[in-house]
């Protein structure tokens, strides 16, 4: 099983720089409004900039471990949180799972369930099967 958690900032903004000095902290990728989604589909632009945060653990790790790292990053940021979301700025904390048996679970504490209710943000959870990686699709796209 493959699991990966990623913070991801939704902007109106044609800029992502605000984000970075909010939360102290650069991004793993970031894209702009407006530019291709793709590559392989330069017509289809992207509605909103995206600001991404991996903390960039194996990826055979529990998803538990994934949303530890980024609960920490969000923990001692709560003034950046609260100053993105004050800005019009929707946070995600994005999710996936891919198993090569079809077949996953992951236990997910109540402790850190307590953790991610305390958010102001929500969590989104991709599946993938086993023919498709999670690396293949683009769970960042909006």
């Known amino acids: 099983m493959q699991c990966g958690a990623v913070l991801r900032v939704c902007s109106d903004e044609d ?3 605000f984000i970075t000095q909010a939360l102290g902290l650069d991004p793993t990728r970031s ?3 407006g ?3 793709s590559w392989r589909f330069p017509d289809k632009l992207r509605p909103v900039s995206l600001w991404l945060f991996d903390p960039a653990l194996d990826r055979s790790r ?3 471990d994934h949303l530890e790292k980024v609960l920490e990053v969000l923990e001692h940021r709560t003034s950046g949180v609260q100053a993105l979301i004050r800005r019009g700025c929707s946070l995600e904390i994005l999710c996936s799972v891919s198993s090569e048996s079809g077949q996953a679970n992951s236990d997910l504490s109540a402790s850190l369930l307590r953790r991610l ?9 991709s599946l ?3 023919e498709t990686s999670s690396d293949e699709s683009d769970p ?3």
């Open 128 to 130: 993938y099967p086993p």
């Open 15 to 17: 800029d992502v720089d």
């Open 117 to 125: 209710a305390d958010q102001p943000i929500d969590v989104l959870l």
């Open 62 to 64: 529990r998803l538990e």
């Open 140 to 142: 960042t796209a909006r």
């Open 31 to 33: 894209f702009l409004k």
């Open 35 to 37: 530019t291709p989604v």
